[in-house]
């Protein structure tokens, strides 16, 4: 239950030894930590804050308890617990500082470690994986060891399948090649031999046509001596006799052949042929003999 006490509250209503405190407080507001190595300084620094931090709750806990029954008296204890808390906390904030301080200065080591750890793995070509700032020091070494040497197993093996699928390309393109070589000879070859086929085909074709010639000829000589008893049986000059050759050589009728075209050859090459006659023999001849008054 809550005690009021005098009127007048100053620190010491609070029951505290004041000079204690102060005596605490300056034995431990030069203490230091040398460093992130310096755990027995860290660990000074630390409970030394977290002693004063126990008085300075001790304090609240009394001036809440003194405060209790009035306002005035509240006021008044709240003033001598600002005066003894302004004591102790500038130098717990000050310890404070300096515990932070160092804490993050080994964050920001175990950071830097940790990223150090993951540009080594990634180097040695392992992936990153949780935990890594978890391992101790000589099992990531025996980590990033393990790590390399399956990297360089598989650089190695994959610079083997990159050879052998080199030689595999060479060989390819040596196989098109002669496969290429040979279409080209073949295709040489078929050339020769339908140039060969084509030039006997125009033998063969010339042949023909020399023999469909002498054949009209002598079809044409055939007309010539069977209209022969009819021209002398008639009384026909000259001029009459060769316009009677050639009508009678037009007027042939050329049986159908199993050779395509030949029969309209036949016919073609037979009107030039009593064209030829009627021009040559018939017109000029005729004319020549008139111009000589024969």
């Known amino acids: 239950m809550s005690q009021i006490i005098n009127v007048n509250v100053t620190p010491a209503s609070y029951g505290l030894d004041i000079e204690g405190i102060k005596a605490a407080v300056g034995q431990v507001a030069e203490l230091t930590i040398s460093g992130v190595d310096d755990k027995e300084g860290f660990e000074r620094v630390k409970r030394a804050r977290l002693d004063l931090k126990k008085v300075r709750c001790d304090i609240e806990k009394r001036r809440k308890e003194l405060k209790a029954d009035s306002v005035e008296f509240g006021r008044r204890v709240d003033a001598a617990a600002k005066e003894l808390t302004a004591l102790v906390e500038p130098t717990e904030q000050l310890l404070l500082g300096r515990e932070e301080s160092i804490e993050k200065e080994i964050a920001a080591i175990a950071a830097r470690k940790l990223q150090g750890r993951k540009d080594r793995l990634t180097e040695a070509g392992a992936l990153i994986f949780p935990g890594l700032d978890k391992i101790a020091d000589d099992e990531f070494e025996e980590l990033v060891a393990a790590a390399k040497l399956a990297h360089q197993k598989r650089q190695q093996q994959e610079a083997e399948a990159a050879q052998a699928r080199k030689v595999e390309e060479e060989q390819l393109a040596k196989e098109r090649e002669e496969l290429e070589q040979k279409r080209r000879e073949q295709e040489a070859e ?25 054949l009209e000829l002598k079809k044409a000589v055939q007309v010539l001596a069977d209209i022969e008893p009819e021209i002398h049986t008639h009384s026909f000059d000259d001029r009459d006799k060769l316009q009677f050759v050639v009508s009678a050589m ?26 030829y006659i009627q021009t040559t023999y018939a017109n000029k001849y005729f004319e020549r003999l008139e111009g000589e008054g024969k």
Do not use: C, H, W, Y
């Open 250 to 275: 037009t007027s042939i009728e050329i049986p159908a052949f199993s050779i395509p075209g030949m029969q309209q050859n036949l016919i073609r090459e037979i009107k030039e042929m009593a064209n």
């Open 190 to 214: 078929f050339l020769f031999r339908r140039k060969e086929q084509e030039a006997e085909r125009l033998r063969v074709q010339a042949e023909l046509d020399q023999q469909r010639k002498e």
